[in-house]
């Protein structure tokens, strides 16, 4: 898919719903589903839309330094192709996603993180992509700069989206 197909998804779909960005985020970069997060910002929390499952597992503070967060506050995308030596919040990790009846042993080895803004340049949430997998060499190619380029463009645009989902 080409980066201009992200506008031609927003204008044609009209039942625009976190799973339907998320779904389409995930073939843009070649992942799982389940390793898209769209988190929305309200007040000083930060939500889970997507994962479904993690909709119910907590919010991440603002002020908490968490990936997520300092995405949210600096207004900066991030890329780590190492993320599990990266200090983090992994209780998002134990969370059972998708169809399986246990937790998923993998982790997420790989992320990229970027801030979603409205139309007026305020942050609205955050969209994370990442890698899972047992281990590091298991967790397929490294991020790169221009895949977080386009992360930030996607974040553009899902960000205008935010006010219809």
Excluded: Y
């Amino acid at each position: 898919m080409k980066m201009l197909d992200i506008e031609d998804f927003a204008r044609l779909n009209t039942g625009i719903t976190p799973a339907s960005i998320c779904g389409w985020v995930a073939q843009l970069f070649n992942v799982r589903d389940t390793e898209v997060g769209l988190l929305k910002l309200s007040g000083t929390l930060l939500h889970f839309l997507h994962p479904a499952a993690l909709k119910t597992a907590g919010a991440i503070p603002l002020a908490s330094s968490s990936v997520a967060a300092r995405t949210a506050r600096t207004q900066q995308a991030m890329l780590f192709n190492n993320f599990a030596k990266v200090d983090h919040f992994s209780v998002f990790e134990l969370v059972k996603l998708g169809d399986s009846e246990v937790v998923d042993e993998q982790v997420i080895q790989k992320l990229m993180s970027a801030p979603l803004l409205a139309k007026d340049g305020k942050v609205v949430g955050v969209i994370q992509i990442s890698r899972k997998a047992v281990r590091l060499s298991a967790a397929g190619p490294d991020f790169t700069e221009d895949d977080l380029r386009k992360l930030e463009e996607v974040g553009h645009v899902v960000g205008r989206l935010m006010a219809t989902i």
